[in-house]
């Protein structure tokens, strides 16, 4: 088996993480007053135990299970911010995060979530999420720093701060950033109250860890940055960003240059005194070339042309103790993997698709993939730009569909139920079986797909708690919760055995959470 061959599967999964992940932006929401002296402290401590089916993730090696059915892990997320008049410190950190008991992956170290180890007692633990300053004069904002971001709906740039409705965000897009914003309806000679509400921001990012590139492994990767917003809180966001990425790959193998243009529009309408409407929308086109990953019929570079699409709508009936959320999106897939054209596309890892299907099945399968490609016995060299299946099951290269009902029939009682169906939007293949029977598409069991069924998804969750009803006027809001949620994933005929008429994975968490 050449290496070429390899390149001509792997490609669709390898390099869209990387196009999403160039979509770094900013949130733009105002800041508060600038006071003379200011020191807030805020904090998030998570502490999770998970009980998980077993099951196969590729039919070659001989420890052909992922091997992680119970474990403990935590995070603890703190940040601290200082004003001095017009200027703000921050800083935030993920201390003590990983894995404390419990069973390990069997599936090596390229994890980011680093399940193969006892993470929270290791170096890996303590992960920088923000160390910046920023300076507000008059309409103008200037930031310096080590920064994460989130626009839209986190389909592409995603800070991993966002609760989704079921399953778990862990990881955190984090650029070195200059960035400039102005507010230039305050030019005018008598600015109303649109002023606040339209910002203009360029900026300069240098990638510190994303999908495709972490600094600290020789990936180097730039983006230039522009974006227009108007931000109008509770009711309604529209914006645009521009988006260039050049990056690249250590050791001259390989260069990624892509624009990436994102629009997002979210609008919130209100029907008497308890009937409310969220429709929000968010798409994204990515053009350019890269090198990182070849075919026979494009020896020096790739064209990337690829779409992704999400929508959402959320109907709050009686002050939203009843809420029927629906969200669907689109990932364009690469369904020729021998033209000159990489049209496949990748949601952000934390984009929030479950807790089964992508999280824990397909990111699994993807950690097998890797190991069998680049097993010595089994494959001989590996091709380049290989590391980049190490996705943490992002979701790419399908239409998703999920339909959620949520309710608070107390104060201090929240339940949900939902579902996801996914489907390939293009033929699935595992990458190391699909290139030995010579490009047909072939699961992880080595046997023909059956169709673009990935899976259809039950989630459920009950969770306790809320904010601590605290009486002194000057006490910190405190927010404590637990959460029983599971899922239970009906897998797709494409990533069925023949033999088996049904395959059902179970997934249940329980968690603990305390926010100040």
Avoid at 113 to 118: E, H, K, T
Avoid at 224 to 250: C, F, K, M, W
Avoid at 257 to 270: E, G, H, I, K, N
Avoid at 499 to 506: A, G, L, P, R, Y
Wanted: glycine share 10%; net charge negative; aromatic share 8%.
């Amino acid at each position: 088996m050449t290496r070429i061959h390899y390149f001509l599967i792997v490609l669709c999964l390898s390099f869209a993480p990387g196009l999403a992940l160039a979509t770094q932006s900013i949130d733009l929401r105002p800041e508060k007053q600038p006071g003379v002296f200011v020191f807030e402290t805020s904090g998030d401590y998570r502490l999770n135990f998970s009980l998980l089916d077993d099951f196969a993730v590729n039919n070659e090696l001989e420890s052909n299970t992922h091997g992680q059915t119970r474990y403990l892990d935590q995070r603890l997320r703190v940040r601290l911010d200082l004003q001095l008049a017009r200027v703000k410190f921050s800083t935030e950190w993920d201390l003590l995060s990983g894995q404390l008991a419990g069973d390990l992956w069997t599936l090596g170290g390229l994890d980011r979530r680093r399940r193969d180890i006892y993470g929270a007692i290791a170096p890996s633990g303590f992960v920088p999420r923000r160390a910046s300053a920023l300076l507000r004069w008059k309409d103008i904002d200037v930031e310096l720093g080590l920064v994460t971001s989130n626009w839209g709906l986190g389909m592409l740039a995603n800070d991993g701060a966002q609760d989704p409705l079921f399953g778990r965000t862990d990881l955190a897009d984090r650029v070195l950033r200059v960035r400039l914003t102005a507010r230039p309806l305050h030019w005018g000679k008598n600015p109303g109250p649109e002023a606040n509400k339209v910002m203009v921001t360029g900026a300069f990012d240098v990638v510190f860890d994303d999908d495709l590139a972490t600094l600290s492994e020789g990936q180097v990767a730039i983006q230039a940055v522009a974006s227009l917003l108007r931000y109008d809180p509770g009711v309604s966001t529209h914006g645009i960003y521009a988006v260039y990425r050049n990056q690249q790959e250590p050791n001259d193998t390989g260069e990624t240059s892509v624009v990436v243009v994102d629009a997002y529009a979210d609008r919130t309408l209100q029907f008497g005194q308890s009937t409310s409407l969220r429709l929000a929308a968010e798409i994204a086109a990515v053009a350019g070339t890269t090198s990182r990953t070849l075919n026979y019929n494009a020896r020096n570079e790739l064209k990337v042309q690829s779409l992704g699409v999400t929508g959402l709508a959320s109907l709050g009936l009686w002050d939203k103790k009843l809420q029927i959320h629906g969200r669907i999106a689109f990932a364009s897939g690469d369904q020729d993997s021998d033209d000159d054209k990489s049209t496949s596309f990748n949601f952000d890892r934390n984009f929030g698709t479950g807790s089964v299907l992508f999280d824990q099945m397909l990111g699994s399968i993807n950690l097998a993939s890797h190991a069998l490609i680049t097993d010595p016995e089994i494959s001989g060299q590996p091709p380049r730009g290989i590391d980049a299946l190490a996705n943490e099951g992002a979701a790419g290269s399908v239409f998703l569909l999920q339909p959620t009902i949520q309710g608070t029939p107390l104060p201090f009682v929240d339940l949900k139920f939902g579902a996801l169906l996914a489907l390939a939007t293009a033929d699935y293949r595992q990458p190391f079986y699909s290139s030995r029977a010579g490009g047909t598409p072939r699961n992880h069991h080595n046997e023909d797909t059956d169709g673009r069924h990935l899976g259809t998804e039950l989630n459920w969750s009950v969770a306790l708690g809320g904010v601590l009803p605290l009486k002194a006027e000057d006490a910190p809001e405190l927010d404590l919760r637990f959460e029983l949620q599971g899922g239970h994933l009906f897998v797709g005929s494409a990533l069925r055995r023949s033999s088996e008429d049904e395959q059902v994975i179970n997934h249940v968490q329980m968690t603990g959470r305390f926010r100040w």
